[in-house]
């Protein structure tokens, strides 16, 4: 099995015109590249680059595979400690874990491997007759597992692959989670998170119910009365306000939303017409990719501002300078103060107060400026919202999903894992690893066996 990267019959000019718009930000390696990239690494017995990956993939090992030509090898061994080896290598931050971890950084003027590519270049060119992994004898055990992100999918790939019947309920009308809805077009490009769902789905054994929530369609407590067990993997749905004047305004957007509706879309003219200039607030990899895309979809002013400066900022370096390689500004010290309508009721600028650090403690100071714009996007974090409807509640800590050992919840059964627990950077490759984990101590659980 291959995913395919053909397009679809019936691909029309407008899907083809929308995908020149967003092409892949990081194409893939040749063969010849991949071939001389492997040959640099040093295939290192501890590696640290094992230690620095949350998924703890033997990347050595996979490198050497692709050093041998064997591309199959590379890809199995990358999927059996992360099922979602293919879009990882595509979002995950290597730059700051795996790739920061390789010992060629301390040799002088020597570039880190890039394992990140070649981790694409495994997935993206393995071929496997069916799917790569068998499923173990039946064990007659039914796990629920609530999202279809990447932590749903990893934890139900793994207990599927342990033998376990798992049926997934997701919310939306697709599974993928962040991957589907929430990340960049130019860093997924080509329907690869429907692809990469419909890879994990042909292990087997799983089955996927969606536009079907919790505390709307089903009952936490219904689950439990069904199900040998339930995983929780509800990710965030809600996002931060800037509690401002004038926030609730048709020019003031939330740009997960506007993520969500570019990625979904297929035909230009189903979006909006661009904004002539933009302001974008926050500091992280959504703030980034916002303002990147309305670069792409011909925004000519695009400003993104952040509270504090640079070195505070949630996205990494690499990803500040994708911002600036499309020109985007980015304005830090500023924090939004107001949002400026003309007697139309019409948006034309907002109000910043310039901020300044002071014994670690951010501080305002005594001036302000204005930024015109047509529009503005919130990109300043999302929140859990459990669902208000439900009434079986695990226990909570600052706003999320209170999980101790393997996951577990404070709900005898129920485990969680992924961006609505209080674990990790909401990193997909993290979701990926705490549904495994969970999964591992899932299948424990219910069949009182070691794994």
């Known amino acids: 099995m291959v995913m395919s990267m053909e397009k679809p019959q019936g691909y029309s000019q407008q899907q083809l015109a929308l995908d020149q718009m967003f092409k892949d930000i990081n194409p893939a390696l040749s063969a010849r590249q991949a071939g001389i990239e492997s040959s640099r690494c040093y295939y290192c ?59 060629r950084n301390k040799e002088q003027e020597q570039a880190p491997v890039k394992i990140g590519l070649l981790q694409r270049h495994a997935t993206d060119n393995a071929v496997f007759v069916g799917h790569p992994f068998k499923r173990e004898a039946a064990t007659g055990k039914t796990v629920a597992v609530v999202g279809a992100g990447p932590a749903g999918l990893s934890c139900a790939h793994r207990l599927a692959m342990l033998g376990n019947d798992v049926e997934i309920f997701e919310a939306a009308s697709k599974a993928g989670g962040l991957n589907e809805y929430g990340i960049a077009k130019y860093k997924l490009t080509d329907n690869f998170a429907q692809k990469e769902v419909d890879f994990i789905l042909s292990i087997g054994g799983i089955t ?34 800037l509690m401002l004047v004038n926030e609730v305004h048709p020019q003031v957007i939330n740009a997960v939303d506007f993520i969500r509706e570019l990625r979904q879309a297929s035909d230009l003219n189903q979006l909006d017409i661009p904004p002539e200039s933009a302001v974008v607030i926050g500091a992280g990899n959504t703030a980034i990719d916002m303002a990147c895309q309305l670069k792409r979809l011909g925004t000519e002013e695009v400003t993104l501002v952040y509270r504090r400066g640079e070195e505070q900022m949630s996205a990494t370096k690499h990803e500040q300078q994708i911002a600036k390689n499309h020109q985007v500004r980015i304005k830090t010290w500023a924090k939004p103060e107001k949002i400026n309508l003309d007697h139309d009721g019409v948006l034309r600028s907002m109000t910043f107060r310039k901020t300044y650090s002071e014994d670690g403690q951010l501080k305002d100071s005594d001036q302000t400026f204005d930024i015109a714009c047509s529009a503005v996007f919130k990109a300043v974090g999302q929140k859990f919202a459990y669902p208000e409807k439900e009434q079986l509640i695990p226990t909570l800590s600052n706003g999320k999903i209170t999980t101790v050992g393997q996951q577990v919840t404070s709900l005898d059964g129920v485990f969680a894992g992924g961006d609505c627990t209080a674990e990790g950077q909401d990193l997909t490759v993290e979701a990926v690893q705490q549904g495994k984990l969970a999964a591992l101590a899932i299948h424990q659980h219910i069949n009182s066996v070691e794994v």
């Open 45 to 103: 017995y501890d590696a640290p680059c094992i230690t620095a990956c949350p998924s703890k993939i033997n990347i050595p090992s996979f490198i050497a595979s692709i050093h041998a030509d064997d591309l199959t090898g590379a890809a199995k061994t990358i999927y059996q400690e992360n099922i979602m080896g293919g879009s990882c290598a595509r979002v995950c931050p290597t730059e700051i874990l795996c790739e920061q971890a390789c010992v």
């Open 208 to 241: 996927l119910h969606t536009e079907t929530a919790l505390g709307k369609d089903i009952s936490l407590e219904q689950l439990k009365d069904k199900f040998d067990a339930v995983f929780l993997a509800l990710g965030l749905q809600d996002v931060q306000s």
